[in-house]
């Protein structure tokens, strides 16, 4: 049996197969998107897929009933792992006005939901990490246990918000987890014309602030980085920056060929180390994933996203009334 890390890390076999469930599920979902706007139901995909290990280790390496998650458009995993349900999601990529995020306004992504501490997105990428850090910095002043995590991509880490943000909360020494998804494109820019540095987390010393790089295909080990920043930042030792190295395996987004600018041999080999296939090995191993709970697991999950699909696209459009409304405040 290989050496069982999950347990090194005080994680159960229960947890590490809810880890993995979490995983399938966004997978799931994001390929049925995939498939209903190409059927023509829905207008719009941006894809998780390849980015799920690194989204669902974070947040089970945080205390869900109380820290604030601040994710970017592809952050499946992580608004799953913080409430949210397939319902919400499918109700969001068909707008209807049932959905959790904008009452069908905005496109998929922008994530959204209050009773889960998940903090409303805007579309220019980046604006989300300056809110995590006014987020820590109240937790701060009014003395709360909580700590925000932030995700982004790495073309987005050259943004100027990320940079006043981080700054921000070095100098002040904020519980808060900068992490960005290193799917190695910034739409169809490649990471080697992105940064002139080796490593995004090379830039944490900038900031007075540690800074890792992790492979973001391994849930394990971005539970580890990210529970000791969350530790740190609960102690007042301020923020950290972790990267988490993976692939996008998808195009950007439903509108997006890309085969323009990488090789299909290329996407091709980064699927070996997709992590649903990697993550599933290792619990085999572990004899946590048995061929029985496997079929179990497929027959729950193909379930969820046949219902929430079949309730998302039964659910009613917003009245048109209503397009003005959380715009301007009302009386």
């Known amino acids: 049996m290989a050496e069982n890390r999950h347990k090194s890390l005080g994680l159960t ?57 601040l994710p970017y458009y592809r952050d499946m995993g992580v608004v799953l792992s913080f409430g949210m349900t397939a319902k919400d999601l499918m109700l969001s990529g068909f707008a209807k006005a049932e959905d959790p995020n904008s009452g069908g306004r905005q496109m998929p992504g922008h994530f959204g939901q209050k009773k889960n501490r998940i903090v409303t997105g805007s579309s220019p990428v980046t ?68 940064l002139a540095c080796e490593k995004v987390s090379d830039r944490a010393i900038g900031y007075g602030m540690p800074g890792f790089t992790v492979d973001g295909n391994d ?12 530790d740190r930042g609960r102690k007042g030792e301020g923020p950290t920056l972790i990267e988490t190295v993976s692939y996008r395996l998808t195009p950007h987004s439903s509108d997006d060929d890309d085969r323009t600018y990488r090789e ?47 309730y998302a696209e039964k659910a009613a459009y917003a009245e048109a009334e209503s397009a003005m409304k959380y715009v301007y405040e009302e009386e």
């Not at 940079?163 to 960005?180: C, D, Q, R, S, T």
């Not at 070996?272 to 994933?289: G, M, P, W």
Request: proline share 3%; hydrophobic share 40%; net charge negative.
């Open 13 to 69: 076999d229960e947890q590490v197969l809810d880890m993995f469930r979490t995983m399938l599920l966004a997978r799931k979902i994001d390929e049925r998107m995939w498939l209903l706007n190409r059927a023509g139901k829905i207008p719009f995909v941006i894809s998780c897929q390849g980015q799920e290990a690194a989204q669902v280790g974070a947040s089970f390496a945080l205390d869900r009933e109380k820290d604030y998650a």
């Open 127 to 194: 604006t989300q990490v300056p809110h995590a850090v006014g987020i820590a910095l109240a937790g701060k002043m009014e003395k709360k246990d909580f700590v925000s995590i932030v995700t982004f991509g790495e073309g987005s880490s050259n943004q100027g918000d990320f940079h006043e943000g981080a700054n921000f909360a070095g100098v002040h020494k904020l519980p808060v987890i900068f992490m960005v998804e290193n799917n190695k494109y910034a739409i169809s820019v490649p990471v080697s014309k992105q």
């Open 219 to 230: 849930p394990l080990a971005v539970y580890e980085a990210v529970k000791a920043a969350a």
């Open 264 to 310: 299909k041999e290329e996407v091709e080999e980064a699927k070996k180390k997709d992590s649903i296939v990697t993550f599933a090995n290792y619990l085999r191993e572990q004899n946590i994933l048995t061929e029985e709970k496997e079929q179990e697991l497929n027959d729950e999950i193909n379930d969820i996203v046949n219902e929430a699909t079949d």
